[in-house]
């Protein structure tokens, strides 16, 4: 899963970055309103997380374009703006939920996971495919009731592809959900993680359409 991170407070944006990379997601951390409206045109998100106080570009603004575009990208506020005219104010302008300043870590980790949830039609923290199962809250992997050892990349392709079991998923698809704007891609890094994951569950479950990409079997 790949998020955008809108954070203008370089202690807040640190440790949300650390806690978000820790629990497998990608993310992409933005600094400024301006920064985040570009981000959001031009890259696909499986959440962002937005302030409203930004410099150049004030939140609210950034995300009633969003939505102006028909952009459906779930969308948490993360603010110290309590007032409860502030919170209408974001939920009316198109935001999916609201967190206010401080916050729990853990909490916020549990309104994502819900808010990817509800975009992806799903109630359930568990994706299952042909017996496999990956819990996205305890990252816990598992076929036939025996535990399956992955790395954070090998979760990320897994997830990605199991999220939509039957479609053809491009490299560049895949690559999206491995890497932050900072990482550096190696040209076959997803070659490589599929075929970390074969050896794994073996070669039936994850099949290469050529010239296309990969496709979880349903």
Known sequence: MRLLLVEDD???????????????????????????????????????LLD????????LDVLRALRARKDATPVLIVTARDAVVDRVAGLNAGADDYVLKPYDLDELLAR?????????????????????HLNSITHEASRG?????????????????????????????????LYGWKDEVSSNAVEVYVHGLRKKLGNELIQTVRGLGYVLAK
């Open 10 to 48: 370089l202690m807040i944006g640190e440790t949300v970055l650390d806690v978000l990379r820790a629990e497998h997601f990608a993310v992409d951390w933005v600094k400024d309103g301006a920064m985040a409206d570009t981000a959001l045109r031009s890259q696909h998100y499986d959440l962002a």
């Open 52 to 59: 409203l106080g930004l410099p150049k570009r004030d939140g």
């Open 112 to 132: 994502i996971r819900a808010l990817i949830r509800r975009s992806a039609g799903s109630a359930d923290s568990t994706l299952e495919v042909q017996g496999l």
């Open 145 to 177: 009731g025996e535990a399956i050892a992955l790395s954070a990349r090998e979760w990320a392709v897994l997830e990605a592809l199991m999220a939509r079991p039957g479609v053809v998923l491009s490299r560049a698809q895949l690559e999206e959900k």
